[in-house]
């Protein structure tokens, strides 16, 4: 990736949930940057907080601190009217449930343009029906199906249709949220195919969030890992697969995964002296570990890593 033009910031994040007792801390001290043209992974298990994330870039979770900047502006807190049509418009998000996510009683032209209508971005009826059309053809159906309800459809077709609504508004940055995993086997490779076949076409930058460390491998640039509301380790994805550096991204990779990232980490200072990694006295940082590879570590862990493989030397 040769473009290190920064698209989206995201700069120690937080997002809380509930209040005073109920309180919940779903995501911390998060930051990352995504170039654009790329595609930059997210990968975590159930409930690390991948889809907060993506809800706090829509503005639909709130961020309780740090920020978010789009081209260099925030997209967090109080903004503009035109900066919030702006970005409403090119930030988009295409959801994991193609059966849950569209209006079963809106047809799909309703569907695909609910966003051009919200956001007025479109000149006349017959320009409106036009994007619409274009639209659906971009995404490989037929444009007559504009004019059907989503139960017509199956998991495939509607996952192109939630595609489509993202489309037709021309943004620049998709978040795409797990597309594929609730989808037939069978399909996922074609969606996946479609989706590529659009970046390149549309100049897209995206956000892809997965559970599953081999559907990123061979569609991202660049990969997050992240557990429990903090990402422990970024690079270049091939160097996440080649040279994978914390407990839980090896946890994640190796063919007998541990669930559980401590058990893997105690394994693996074991041979060290455990005393030394202790997060209450030696808390982990976001450590640059070799050009663009960060991992969350305290410096014990670090000296730790240096030794078992040959980076940073
Ligand atoms: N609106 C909310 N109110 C309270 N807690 C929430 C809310 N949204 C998310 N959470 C909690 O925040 C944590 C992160 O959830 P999130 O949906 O971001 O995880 P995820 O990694 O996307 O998981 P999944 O793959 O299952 O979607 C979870 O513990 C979840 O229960």
Redesign the pocket.
Known sequence: MINREVLLEVKNLNVT??KGKNR?Q?ISDVSFNIYKGETFGLV??????????GRAIMRI?EVTGGEILFKGKPISGKISKDWDREITQKIQMIF?DPMASLNERAKVDYIISEGLVNTKKYKNEADRLEKVRNALLEVGLLPEFASRFPHEFSGGQRQRIGIARALVMEPEFVIAD?PISALDVSIRAQVLNLLSNLQKQNDLTYLF?A?DLSIVRFITDRTAV?YK?EIVELADTEKIFSNPIHPYTRALISAVPEPNPYKERAKTIEIYDPKLHDYMKNPPSFVEIEEGHFVLANEEEIALYRKRTTIGV
């Not at 975590?44 to 994330?53: A, D, L, N, V, Y």
């Open positions: 949930f509930g919940y779903a975590g298990e159930s409930g690390s907080g991948k889809t907060t994330i979770n994991q797990e969030i559970h992240i509301g």
